[in-house]
């Protein structure tokens, strides 16, 4: 844990590459400490159909984070914190000559209504 769901306008990928951005993210949330780095899943959904305000023209990136329970409010906003400041800085060549909309969401899930089973762990030391 967490997921990682960054949203954003195809036209984002006219500025910057979405891969690297996608890899900023998922490293930002490595460097809180707060999760394991075999925790982490991240993905990017590129949309082609949306508008932001008025404009077809203008772009938009949304992350969320999806969290286990039972992290204090203090450890939550240092994560919200962190993972946006990276996310601002990664896009600030974008934002400074592009309309563009940048934000992020922690939701916290609740641990009765969730279930996972993995085993990346063996699969990681199978491949070695």
Known sequence: ??????????????HVNV???????????IETGIFPPDGIRSRVH???HYRVAESGKNAFVHAVL???PGRDAETKQRVLDHV?????????????????AISIE??????DLRRNKNNLKAG???AR
Do not use: W
């Open 1 to 14: 844990m967490p997921h990682i769901t960054i949203e954003c306008s195809e036209n984002v990928e006219d």
């Open 19 to 29: 891969d690297k951005m996608l890899r900023c993210v998922h490293d930002a949330a």
């Open 46 to 48: 590129i949309l082609e």
């Open 66 to 68: 999806r969290i286990g």
């Open 84 to 100: 946006f400041g990276e996310l601002t800085e990664f896009l600030q060549k974008m934002y400074d000559s592009h309309p563009l």
């Open 106 to 111: 922690l939701q916290e899930l609740d641990a």
């Open 124 to 126: 990681a030391a199978a």
